[in-house]
Structures are given as structure tokens and as C-alpha cells.
């Protein structure tokens, strides 16, 4: 097939949150299953317009600046419908057009009225749930959400959670909503690091000291950094050297840093900011347990990330990436007292802990591996 995906971020272009990796894998894996594969995103500075990469052909798309984000995403959807028509002229006819999140859902729009291709919209979340909730968010969002799930000949939601959220919000019946679920890719890592005590030291962190990591972009609450906070002295009174560390940036950042002072927990918090690369994957490796306190998660990549690394997570009940409880991660409220006591069961028990993370790099490595999302949503593709 030749497939058409169109996102406003991947890592071959602008990169700002899960939808790039999503976007970006998923496209590769597609490919190495012999598909045909054209990724329609917004250009960074310096970046050519087309280029292949890894077998995927990039087609980027200069970005519109203005104050109005809803209209800046629609004039993006149409430069990308232009380029589209363009490559289509060059390389012949499209199968499948696939949009990511309401960005983009503009030109999978265009795409089934002017070509009548088949359409796929993939929810990586909703604004209603992004809003904290019915009467939140955008209605201009709403509605295009609204507009892709009618138009498209199949939904897919990276969760069951997110599955029923959408059939809900949008009245889908559940035959057209396919639920499949984010991927990682394992080999990113691999390996044991040499000596974990001079990673610690790199942030001041003691050989022995157990560490906590929270990792998420730290933009509102959402994402429920400041529920970690609050948790802490807890953590700490089960065991007084732990080290909590947060990688992510934004206003919650800014607002743990002040309640970890007002808390007097300071000199166990580390605030890092944002982290990527080998440094991150390290950061995985030094945890002795992730946590993931989100007050909304439809997936939850650092899940998958942490499995991949071979920690055992403690992750809220609103987070829709499969934690089997008890066997690669405890399932807590999104609550202060939740995350404390997940933590301490992560503390109480070592050797299960360490089980229970090698459970987790199993299911990464197997049930959430690209290529095992690729090959269904190649199903959804064309089981109608």
C-alpha cells in the first residue's frame, strides 16, 4: 500500500511530544512490512523539503506563525494537502490517508473529500479529556475532532481507556474504533551501565541512594508532577535517603521547585528540566521505580520507556498504558497517598521490584514492540 501520514510533529522534523515518536516509528515499521510509506509534517529551520529516511519519505511543510493556534494548525493542513497533491502527481495514487491528533485531522479531511481515499484518524488524546473534563477545552477543537472521527472510515485510539473515552464523547459505535496501543523500540535500552555511581554523582545523588524518577512534560497539571511533590515526605519517611528526580519542564516545574522548599524536601528533590538522548535513557537506568501520577494519561509512554529499562512502574488509574498490577507495576489513585503507597511497596520488597520491572521489559519487548503495532494497524487499515 502506499500510505499517507499526516503530523504536525515527528523526530525528522519538530519534535514536542508523544506523537512524534509515534509517528515517526510506526511509519518506519510500516515500511520494513514493504509498504510505501509518505510522512506530510512541518519543516524545521534548515531541514529540506523532501528527504528519505530509513526507507520513509519525509515531506515537510513550512509553519504558519500567528497568534491563533486553531488557524496556524489549519493553514498547516492545508500546506500539506498542496504537497500531497503534488507527490501524488509524482508517485501515483495513495491507499490510505492517516492523520495524528486534531492538528492534522484537516488534511486526512481534504484528502476523503477531494480523493475519496481511505481515511484513518488516529486520538492520541481528546480536549475534552486534556480539559479536565466535559465543558473544558476548545469547541473549534471539539468540533474538528468531531468531524475527523465522522469522516474517518476508521478510528484508532492508543488505549482501550481512550477507546471508550471517544465512543462516548463522539457517539462512534465500538466496531469503527480500533484500539491499538503506542510501541517502543527496546534497543534504545540495552545494556547495564558500567558504573551507576558516577551517574548518580552527576547529580548529586549518593551510590546507595534510592532514586524515584518522574518523567513528563511538567505543563499544567495534567501530568500530575505536583501530586508527586506532595507525596514525597511520605516517600521519604520509609526511606530518608531516597532521591526523587523530575525531568520535564514548564509552569509545574516551577511550582514543585517552590513546594519542595516550602516542604523543607528540597536536598531530596532533583529538577532537572528537560532531558533526552543518552542522558535520559541513563536516568531510566539509575531509577529504582518510574512513577507516572497523571490525572490524564490515554497512553503513557514513560511506561513503556521505563519497561524498556527494566523498572517497575507505579503508575496512576487514569493511565491507559495495560500495567498489570502486582506483576510489572502497582496501580494507584492519582493521589498523594497513592503514589506513596506505591512507592513503598516498591521500597518494602527489592527483589520484586527488579522481578516485577523484568515482567515489564518482556511485555515492551513483545507486546508493545513497533513492528507488533505496525502489523495491526496495517489491520485496521483493511478489515472493514
Known amino acids: ?109 481534504q484528502c476523503k473529500n477531494s480523493h475519496g481515499i481511505r481515511c484513518i484518524f488516529t486520538f492520541h ?28 472510515d476508521r478510528v484508532i485510539a492508543v488505549s482501550e481507556r481512550l477507546k471508550d473515552e471517544i465512543c462516548e464523547i463522539y457517539q462512534l459505535p465500538t466496531s469503527k474504533v480500533w484500539a491499538v496501543h503506542n510501541g517502543i523500540q527496546c534497543a534504545r535500552f540495552d545494556g547495564m551501565l558500567e558504573d551507576p555511581g558516577a551517574v548518580k554523582a552527576v547529580y548529586g545523588i549518593g551510590a546507595l541512594d534510592p532514586v524515584v524518577l518522574f518523567v513528563g512534560r511538567m505543563v499544567g497539571g495534567m501530568k500530575g508532577g505536583d501530586i508527586l511533590i506532595e507525596a514525597v515526605p511520605d516517600i521519604l519517611s520509609n526511606h530518608p535517603a531516597a532521591k526523587v528526580v523530575f525531568v520535564g519542564d514548564g509552569d509545574n516545574k516551577m511550582h514543585c521547585d517552590h513546594r ?58 487514569q493511565v491507559g498504558c495495560p500495567v498489570s498490577h502486582g506483576e510489572d507495576g502497582w496501580v494507584v489513585s492519582a493521589t498523594r497517598e497513592g503514589i506513596a503507597w506505591g512507592v513503598a511497596e516498591v521500597f518494602r520488597d527489592w527483589d520484586r521490584a527488579r522481578a516485577m520491572g523484568a515482567q515489564g521489559r518482556v511485555k515492551a519487548a513483545f507486546s508493545l514492540s513497533w513492528d507488533t503495532v505496525a502489523e495491526l494497524t496495517e489491520r485496521a487499515y483493511c478489515e472493514f
Open 125 to 152: 488524546s481528546t480536549e475534552q479529556g486534556r480539559s479536565g473534563g466535559p465543558g473544558g477545552g476548545s469547541e473549534r477543537v471539539a468540533g474538528m475532532e468531531g468531524e475527523a472521527a465522522f469522516v474517518a
Open 260 to 317: 519542595a522548599k516550602e516542604l523543607d524536601i528540597e536536598g531530596s528533590c532533583r529538577f532537572l528540566g528537560a532531558r533526552s538522548g543518552d542522558e535520559l535513557v541513563n536516568l531510566f537506568k539509575i531509577a529504582d521505580c518510574v512513577v507516572v501520577p497523571s490525572r490524564y494519561e490515554p497512553f503513557g509512554l514513560t511506561v513503556c520507556e521505563a519497561w524498556a529499562a527494566g523498572k517497575v512502574v507505579v503508575a496512576s488509574d
Open 1 to 109: 500500500m502506499r500510505i499517507a501520514m499526516f503530523s504536525w510533529e515527528s523526530l525528522h522534523s519538530i519534535a514536542v511530544g508523544g506523537v512524534a515518536p509515534h509517528v515517526t516509528e510506526l511509519a518506519a515499521a510500516l515500511q520494513r512490512r514493504k509498504h510505501e510509506v509518505h510522512v506530510f509534517t512541518r519543516r524545521a529551520e534548515g531541514q529540506q523539503l523532501h528527504e528519505e529516511i530509513y526507507g520513509v519519505m519525509y515531506h515537510r511543510v513550512q509553519s504558519h506563525d500567528t497568534d491563533d493556534f486553531v488557524d496556524a494548525m489549519e493553514k498547516m493542513c492545508n500546506s500539506m494537502v498542496w504537497s500531497f497533491g503534488e507527490t501524488m502527481s509524482l508517485v501515483g495514487d495513495f491507499d490510505i490517508a492517516h492523520a495524528h491528533d486534531w492538528m492534522a485531522c484537516k488534511a486526512m479531511v
